[in-house]
Each structure stands twice: as structure tokens, then as C-alpha cells.
């Protein structure tokens, strides 16, 4: 099930996922991910947008109410422009303000659609690349957790390791050593 907005949601059977394209390019995200080569970076923020446009065309024919299938190609184009900037910049302090501008839409149409758009505020996506970030960069590096938290957009390693323990129920230190 893919959750859309305040309660809607647009189901696909396994069978049915199977026959679409979204299976070999998570494949291939979840791939590059985890190898960390040369651009890797790029090819996974690709292959998110392909999977985040091919489930909005998907979901648009199907009589939803929610603002994923009023959302016009422009608007979609824009949330995907606002989500390209947050990659781009999560190393540093970014607000929903920030990116609302930087596409040119009203604050609050932005979180309202972008909400609707990826179901998560604009703060949790931030949070969650940022944490992604110094995962990757955990198992990747020698660097120190004061190191990664300030490279993840952290300027408080007390903070990040909380954060980091609330969501993954382990400190940095602790999820280096596990994996």
C-alpha cells in the first residue's frame, strides 16, 4: 500500500507492481546505495524521482480526491526541483520557507503538496536524509560521529545522536559496529 495524503491510499497488488518498472529501479537504488561508487549519489536521487513520478501517473487516473491527482505535471516538476535542492543542501541549515521560495510557490501550498506529494513533512524527508547521510557515511568512513553529524547537516552531535538513536533504536557507535 502507498499512503497519499490525509488518508488516501492507492493499492497494487504484488502481480501488479511486478509488471511496472518499479521493481528494477529500486533494485538498482537499493544497489547504488549501498555500493557508494562514483556517483551514486545522482544515479539514486534518479532513480527515486523515476519511482516518485512513475507512482503519481499511476495514481492519477484512479478518482482520488487528494492532491497528488489534482497535482499538475508543473506542480509535480516543481516538488521534484524542491526535493533536488534539499539533496543538494542537507549539509546545511534548509528550511521549507527556503525551498518554497527557491521554487516559487506559497509556503503553505508548498508543505501541503510536498506533505501530500512524498508523505512526510518537509521536516521528517530532511531528517530522514540527513540520518541516511551518516548511515552511509558510518559504514564508509573512519570518521569521528562529531565529523559525520556535522557532514549529515547536524551542528549538535549531542542532538544527532539522539535523533539517530530515536530512529534507529541504536547510537551511531553502536550502529558502526553492528554492521
Known sequence: ?????????????KAELEDTPLKAITENVIKENFEC???????????????????????????????????????IRLIYKAIEHIYNNFQRKITALECSKE???SYSYFSRTFK??????????????RLDNAKKLLLTTDKTVAEIAFESGYNDTCYFIAEFRKKSGVTPKQFKLRN
Open 37 to 75: 561508487s562514483y556517483a551514486s549519489d545522482i544515479a539514486v536521487k534518479s532513480g527515486c524521482a523515476q519511482i516518485l513520478m512513475h507512482l503519481l501517473r499511476e495514481t492519477e487516473g484512479e478518482g482520488n480526491s487528494n492532491a497528488v491527482s489534482e497535482a499538475t505535471d508543473e506542480v
Open 103 to 105: 521554487i516559487g510557490m
Open 116 to 129: 501530500s506529494v512524498t508523505g512526510k513533512t518537509f521536516s521528517e524527508f530532511l531528517e530522514d536524509i
Open 1 to 13: 500500500n502507498l499512503k497519499l495524503g490525509e488518508g488516501k491510499k492507492c493499492k497494487w497488488t
